[in-house]
């Protein structure tokens, strides 16, 4: 069971890295799914734009896209990698007015909830996500260190 974060023309975090890798497993276990390989990718704008552009053939700026990687749609395994632009987690955080940490967790959660087969295209399915982001951000460890 693998978790593991990458930066990509982004200063490293200084945070505790084994209490958010439990957070992210245990988001997934109590979705009744297991992590077997999940990479998360913080980049800015600029990357992030180019891998929407040319993989899903969006001209928009995101703060995050996931990509599954399993083998099998339907297997309770997560195999991922979920790529978060830190430009827009900064940008969004100031227009929500919360902090750095709590917005950077919201989409932390975001990403692993896509991969437990959780949509957000929908008004109902939007809901849901939110409800259960907020659920899970009420335990990230990045909100209360």
């Not at 490293?12 to 979705?31: D, G, L, Y």
Request: net charge negative; with cysteine.
């Amino acid at each position: 069971m693998s978790v593991s974060f990458h930066y990509i023309d982004i200063p490293q975090f200084k945070w505790k890295v084994t209490p958010m890798k439990k957070w992210i497993k245990s988001i997934a276990e109590n979705e009744e799914f297991r992590v077997v390989d999940l990479s998360y990718v913080f980049c800015t704008d600029e990357y992030l734009l180019d891998i929407n552009i040319q993989h899903l053939d969006h001209h928009t700026l995101t703060d995050i896209i996931t990509f599954d990687l399993s083998d099998h749609p339907d297997s309770p395994e997560i195999e991922g990698e979920i790529y978060i632009s830190i430009d827009r987690v900064k940008e969004n955080a100031k227009n929500f007015k919360v902090s750095f940490e709590s917005e950077l967790s919201r989409v932390l959660a975001h990403g692993i909830l896509h991969l437990c087969g959780y949509k957000d295209k929908s008004p109902e399915e939007e809901q849901l996500m939110r409800e259960k982001e907020n659920f899970y951000l009420a335990m990230s460890p990045l909100c209360y260190q």
